[in-house]
């Protein structure tokens, strides 16, 4: 099946340092989506990508489809203590949607 | 406002137990998924829906059945339940797949001993 390689697997940063995560994918994807999950909670949607090339915000949060439609990234600025979670990439394929396996975020005192 | 409501939240199975678990939605939503989570794997798609009286496999549908009689609900089947089958399960909704924000629930946490 169709994979999506997310990097990296869990980060661990200083409150008020800037984040980057990437999602990589062989297959050309039409949508990328950008969710996060909290403890015991399902995943939360932060941000739709619908076009190769397109740069969208949502307050801290900033990703950018790839203009190869095979990959995206997601940068959070100044990292606040609610900022941890797992964060995954997901694409449109079809009828599919599929997830990445998640970036882990901890943010150390 | 109910959303996406998945039960139980917590179940525990002996191994060969059958159970279903249950996903409604109140927002007139088209497309329904079944997601497991585990450890390192992230979400991986068991079976989806595209609307009432249509269900098609994801990418582990083995050992899970699915059905979706009416567009609020998309009950997911154990017939014989295996350790293997140990995990968290999200019920998704959305109006359609392309370019439509996808809610998930809550998760039910299912243990099989």
């Known amino acids: 099946g169709q994979q999506l390689n997310q990097s990296p697997q869990s980060m661990f940063i200083q409150e008020g340092e800037d984040v980057s995560m990437n999602c990589t994918s062989s297959s050309i994807f039409n949508t990328w989506l950008w969710y996060k999950q909290d403890p015991g909670e399902g995943p939360v949607l932060l941000i739709a990508?619908?076009?190769?090339?397109e740069l969208t915000s949502n307050g801290r949060l900033t990703a950018q489809f790839g203009i190869t439609r095979k990959d995206s990234f997601l940068n959070i600025s100044a990292s606040i203590p609610s900022d941890v979670g797992i964060y995954f990439c997901a694409g449109h394929q079809a009828d599919k949607i599929i997830f990445g396996k998640g970036t882990r975020l901890h943010i150390l005192p | 406002n109910a959303g996406v409501t998945q039960t139980p939240k917590f179940q525990v199975l002996k191994t060969g137990q059958s159970m279903t678990l249950q996903c409604a939605q109140d927002?007139?939503?088209?497309?329904m998924s079944w997601y497991r989570q585990d450890p390192g794997m992230g979400l991986r798609l068991i079976h989806y829906?595209?609307?009432?009286?249509?269900?098609d496999q994801g990418e582990v549908p083995n050992g899970y059945n699915v059905s979706r009689s009416t567009t609020e609900d998309f009950p997911l089947r154990l017939l014989s339940a295996a350790p293997s089958q140990t995990s968290v399960y999200f019920c998704?909704?959305?109006?359609?797949?392309?370019?439509?924000?996808?809610?998930f629930g809550a998760g039910t946490r299912l243990s099989v001993l």
């Open positions: 990508l619908y076009k190769a090339g």
């Open positions: 998704a909704s959305s109006y359609g797949t392309e370019k439509n924000i996808q809610y």
């Open positions: 927002m007139n939503h088209e497309y």
């Open positions: 829906s595209v609307g009432a009286g249509i269900t």
